[in-house]
């Protein structure tokens, strides 16, 4: 049973600034982390003293203004910044592709499979390995597993001779998967994590996978970028019937034949 986050439940992030956090808020336990993606934010821990006080003294005139909210009753809701860029880069699920020379790979030589949900704390922890700003802090992994354990959370793993070689891994919020992030030890693994989610995700009935952060790799993916008032639309959409993902371990080589 997950709490109800009531500040995240009635927030309205549209009038919330375009390229900067849309509130503050230290409670990062599974409800709460649940219901700001469902409200369209994703969480960037401080990852020191510095930036927590950072977060305070910067956006100090926008939260006295009310752009950016104070949620919730933690002890420090500086120590963790929500965003919710606009506009937002979103990769349709029939727009994901691979490139011509990964394609050509995995057709000749490269013997990968592609899993769902075997190894979720693994990859998680394989994409907060080494990164700068390390963002992934045990409070939240902890929370992203609790949110797994209740089918909320998903991983795409790709395997190689059975060592896992890539993967990616986010939420899920009806028609949109939120990808949190992507890992490789193979040159192209993370790619085909993200277009073996889309494929399992379009079979379920989703529509989008959203990048949360715009950036060269992700256009590169196929991402587009839309306005926050329709990727909010797509969160709320209450015609989608939610289908679960298929589980089975497949050949990653599927990925790169013709369609159609």
Not at 33 to 60: H, I, K, M, S, W
Not at 192 to 212: P, T
Request: a negative charge.
């Amino acid at each position: 049973m997950l709490s109800r986050c009531p500040g995240w439940e009635a927030l309205n992030i549209l009038d919330a600034p375009p390229d900067g956090p849309v509130a503050f808020s230290g409670d990062l336990s599974p409800g709460c982390l649940l219901a700001a993606y469902r409200a369209g934010a994703y969480p960037f821990p401080a990852y020191d003293e510095y930036t927590r006080a950072l977060n305070e003294v910067v956006f100090a005139d926008q939260i006295q203004e009310g752009r950016i909210r104070l949620l919730g009753e933690s002890a420090d809701p500086y120590a963790v910044s929500w965003w919710s860029p606009d506009p937002r880069p979103v990769l349709p699920v029939s727009a994901a592709h691979l490139g011509r020379s990964l394609a050509r790979r995995l057709r000749n030589r490269l013997s990968w499979s592609t899993s769902l949900d075997r190894r979720f704390e693994p990859v998680v922890r394989e994409c907060g390995a080494g990164r700068t700003p390390p963002w992934l802090t045990e409070e939240l992994i902890a929370s992203l597993v609790h949110l797994h354990d209740l089918g909320h959370a998903h991983s795409v793993e790709v395997w190689e001779d059975g060592e896992l070689v890539g993967g990616v891994f986010g939420l899920r919020v009806g028609p949109v998967f939120s990808m949190d992030s992507m890992f490789f030890h193979r040159p192209g693994a993370s790619k085909v994590a993200v277009n073996d989610l889309a494929a399992r995700f379009a079979e379920a009935g989703g529509l989008l996978l959203d990048a949360q952060r715009d950036s060269p790799h992700v256009r590169d993916l196929g991402a587009v970028l839309v306005p926050r008032e329709q990727y909010l639309r797509h969160l709320r959409d209450t015609a989608y019937e939610s289908l679960p993902m298929p589980t089975a371990t497949l050949p990653a080589d599927r990925l790169a034949r013709p369609t159609g």
